[in-house]
């Protein structure tokens, strides 16, 4: 079927600004991730959802962000007033159980630009 | 610290040649270590999975090592293609975590 599918593909917002970032995962995956990557880097773990229930919010850089998964599929990654800091690719990860051998399968990811 | 370190960062390869590249890690205890392979402008796609007890694990043209005593891991590709131009990112999980340890990748070209 369909991998993870993200949107918008590319954000381009004012410094202050609110985003939301929305990740679809592969249907029936159970576990959610959410990775933030920067240029020539490998992406850093920012939360972690089993079904709607958010396990590890501790990558969370600050309180301006935040993420939900109220009906266990569909996740949003909310940036509230956004910084210039916070330019980078925001990927979206699910599995299909969770646990750490569980293989993880990324999403396209949503390049942010924050000016 | 990054608990996963890659080495080279970067490498240029003739088409048809082989090359090695390496990772080392610090993440304890240890439960698996995966090698992915992402495309520039991709997610990255998973290559092999390897845990504790396994040293070696072949995906094609790819062939893994882990040395778990030296917490070493390789990453052989055979007979480069064109198609091989990516980077190639090293992963560590602990045991019972589901938080991933990233490297920075190596970055692979090859040409023609």
């Known amino acids: 079927g369909a991998g993870v599918s993200q949107s918008p593909r590319y954000k381009v917002t004012k410094r202050g600004q609110d985003v939301a970032l929305r990740c679809d995962p592969i249907s029936g995956h159970v576990s959610l991730y959410w990775y933030r990557q920067a240029l020539g880097q490998g992406p850093e773990f920012l939360t972690y959802f089993n079904y709607e229930a958010q396990q590890d919010k501790s990558g969370l850089p600050n309180d301006r962000f935040s993420a939900e998964r109220p009906e266990g599929s569909i996740s949003t990654l909310t940036i509230q007033r956004t910084e210039q800091r916070d330019s980078a690719m925001y990927r979206c990860?699910?599995?299909?159980?969770?646990?750490?051998?569980?293989?993880?399968?990324f999403g396209p990811g949503t390049r942010l630009l924050v000016l | 610290k990054n608990q996963v370190e890659q080495s080279p960062q970067s490498l240029i390869i003739l088409e048809g040649k082989n090359c090695t590249l390496q990772?080392?890690?610090?993440?304890?205890?240890?439960?698996?270590l995966r090698w992915y392979k992402q495309d520039t402008g991709r997610g990255p796609v998973s290559l092999t999975i390897?845990?504790?007890?396994?040293n070696t694990k072949s995906n094609g043209r790819y062939t893994a090592t882990l040395d778990a005593d030296t917490k070493q891991s390789s990453l052989h590709i055979t007979a480069s293609q064109l198609s091989d131009s990516a980077s190639y990112i090293c992963v560590v999980s602990s045991q019972y975590d589901y938080k991933l340890s990233f490297g920075a990748g190596t970055t692979v070209t090859v040409r023609a």
């Open positions: 390897m845990t504790f007890s396994e």
């Open positions: 990860a699910s599995s299909l159980g969770s646990g750490g051998i569980e293989t993880q399968y």
């Open positions: 990772c080392n890690y610090t993440v304890s205890p240890f439960s698996n």
